[in-house]
């Protein structure tokens, strides 16, 4: 399941960011906002009757870096898993084995990526707050990114639901971006099947993008947030029949009704090479943090 993201912008250069890394102290979040939407309105609620709580994880069991490793067992199914994981935190999560080409490798960028979980991931406790750390870098010697994707097994293959996460980019620098998204279990099943929500470069905006089920040609909306990575929010995909919304720290940003997908997906936590703007250059590096993960089925 090698993620193939073709990012389509109306105007050349959105997603370009400043050129000097940014740097922030490690620090808890604070607490995430009032879940309201652009009118005012109430968001959509995970109480609601059709959504059930699936799975959840503040991140409190610690795994040093390194562990997120031999991934190569059962890929792309929800019985994949990283043998060198502690039992508990194996059951839940997986991420993309060694050596699997990121999107700008597939896609023959000069300056691409590979995915190397073992040297990318670990989980540990800032000031008492359990976060999933993901750290993308490049070699001093120049050679490819080293690029992270983690999945929730048990948000794999579900048709419909939501799916929800707390994050900053506490270092950013050009070239590193994520595409956190639903990606179909069948690619020849439910052609153009993707949502991606956050998406960008991780020193520039986020954005997000509905892609329209069997059109042709890559066909989607795409919707701009004007938020930064570099600041702590909460990001949701609500996906229900007929629609897809994206909610940023309880407000809806986007919502599209055109070609929902209607197919099993999984929700995929990835994070690679730019694919716009500045390469990442020799001997740099910019890292993610996940305060939390939650997944709702829908029924």
Known sequence: MRRLIVVLLSTAGLLLGGCAPVRTAAQSPPAPTARVSGSGEAAPSSGSSHFHLLFEDDFDTPVPKGDFADCAHDVDTPQAYCADLPASVRADWWAYPSGWPDTASEDGYRVHGSYDPASDLWISPVDGDGQLHVRLWRSAAGGPVHSAAVVPKKLMDRTYGKFEERFRVSRAAPGFKGA????????????????????????????????????????????????????????????????????????????????????????????????????????????????????????
């Open 180 to 299: 956190h998204m639903l990606w179909p279990q069948d690619d020849n099943a439910c052609p153009n099947c993707e949502d991606d929500f956050a998406e960008g470069d991780w020193d520039g905006r986020i954005w997000g993008y509905a892609h329209h089920q069997g059109m042709a040609g890559g066909a989607q909306d795409q919707y701009t947030t004007g938020a930064t990575w570099t600041s702590w929010h909460t990001t949701d995909i609500v996906w229900t029949p007929g629609s897809v919304e994206f909610l940023l720290d309880g407000k809806v940003v986007g919502r599209s009704t055109r070609g929902v997908p209607d197919q099993p997906m999984s929700w995929i936590i990835q994070n690679e090479s730019a694919l716009n703007g500045p390469s990442a250059a020799p001997g740099s590096w910019a890292q993610l943090d996940i305060t939390y993960v939650k997944g709702w089925s829908y029924s």
